[in-house]
């Protein structure tokens, strides 16, 4: 092989890595405990749209869930997903073990979306997934209360963030949705 090739080859395999390491930042890496306590690959959502959002069943905003369950129903067919993350860092809305939250949601709300075990969404003890959101959304910074929106494109990338006043059928979100969709 020629050195200009070698070069031309070293060149390319250092652009991969480069483009692999800035990509290991996207908030669809590792794995998350399911609602059930099994492991769950985000990676496994690549390529779709995703709607992350920090859930609890004693909030004024609780009721969102059917909004939510709506909007997953509608769009899920065209590769939307909504999974919900519950999590007790505000007000002590969410005090239940995993299993009451998904009788709750199952019974109250019929929710068929993924959701996943109890988290902390803020802090220092947030996992991967809520660290890259909360750094890479716009506007950047923690979490300000229950039900807030992350929507994640089919790149991995965060493509909004919408806090807890923007219910799910809200026209900002959904044109959002659809928006991305369509890319």
Do not use: H
């Amino acid at each position: 092989m020629s050195l200009v090739k070698l070069l031309a080859l070293s060149v390319l395999l250092c652009s991969l890595g480069v483009a692999a390491a800035a990509r290991a930042d996207l908030p669809l890496a590792g794995t998350m405990k399911a609602i059930d306590g099994k492991d769950v690959d985000l990676g496994s959502y690549r390529g779709k749209v995703v709607l992350v959002v920090n859930v609890a069943s004693r909030c004024g905003a609780t009721p969102q869930y059917a909004g939510l369950q709506a909007l997953y129903d509608k769009y899920k067919d065209q590769g939307f997903v909504v999974l919900g993350f519950p999590a007790n860092d505000f007000g002590a809305q969410e005090p239940g073990s995993d299993e009451q939250i998904k009788a709750f949601c199952s019974s109250k709300y019929s929710v068929t979306f993924p959701m996943f075990a109890k988290i902390t969404v803020k802090g220092a003890d947030k996992p991967k997934l809520y660290r890259v959101l909360t750094e890479s959304a716009d506007p950047s910074g923690e979490i300000g209360w229950n039900f807030e929106k992350f929507l994640i494109g089919k790149d991995g990338a965060v493509a909004g963030r919408f806090k807890t006043r923007v219910a799910p059928d809200d026209p900002l979100l959904v044109t959002a949705v659809e928006a991305a969709l369509a890319k």
